[in-house]
């Protein structure tokens, strides 16, 4: 109690805080976060390590999907869900060579998908795949970088398939609730994409699923569908 008591002081502490990298808030949360007693320490840790440049492009390389798991864990799954679109949206690569290029951007999107999918966020997985997809040149010219174009493709085609199978009653509720959200904003046309994705999106969903074909959440889709 003592010794946590002291890293939790010292966690407090921003000027002390400061003083630590990335690398080594990374390394002390991974092995504080063995321990429950020392989790919510570690999880502080992991988010400092997390608003500093660790200079890796691809987020695996990151203590992001360690702290989006403790943030899992802790049942903060919309934080989590959050931070892992987020650290999606602002991956960047090196810029050295347009296959390189696209290969780290595959790698980052491939790799957020199976997060997505393995913490049960089906739905978010499904869309990633869509947007690799919907860019298969983009695939291809990932695929030069492994000495095959259609690599990546056809990983991106295996994961969709894959995500779709997984998807529940649930989660095609929540992909009705986010639908609902994305008309809710003012700004139409910048959401329009956003809206064609999750519509396909439902038009995929087996019509079997039950949340999907009682109640309310029929009577929406039905009306989503129709306007």
Do not use: C
């Amino acid at each position: 109690d003592e010794a946590r008591a002291e890293l939790e002081a010292l966690v407090g502490n921003e000027d002390a805080v400061k003083t630590i990298t990335s690398d080594a808030g990374w390394i002390i949360g991974q092995e504080l976060y063995k321990f429950p007693e020392t989790a919510a320490v570690a999880q502080t840790l992991l988010e400092k390590a997390m608003t500093r440049d660790n200079g890796m492009n691809q987020f695996q390389y990151t203590p992001g999907p360690m702290l989006i798991k403790a943030h899992v864990a802790a049942g903060r799954r919309e934080e989590a869900r959050k931070l892992l679109v987020k650290s999606m949206q602002n991956a960047r690569t090196d810029g050295y060579q347009a296959d390189y290029d696209a290969y780290q951007r595959t790698e980052n999107s491939l790799n957020g998908a199976r997060l997505f999918q393995e913490l049960e966020f089906a739905v978010d997985a499904v869309k990633v795949y869509q947007r690799l997809l919907n860019n298969e040149a983009d695939l291809k010219l990932a695929g030069k970088f492994q000495n095959n174009e259609d690599y990546y493709v056809s990983q991106a085609k295996a994961g969709l398939s894959k995500a779709i199978e997984s998807l529940d009653s649930k989660q095609a509720v929540e992909a009705v609730d986010q639908l609902l959200a994305v008309q809710s904003v003012d700004d139409r046309e910048e959401n329009s994409a956003k809206e064609h994705s999750l519509l396909d999106l439902l038009v995929r969903v087996p019509s079997s699923l039950p949340a999907v074909n009682s109640g309310s959440d029929k009577a929406t889709l039905d009306s989503i569908s129709s306007g």
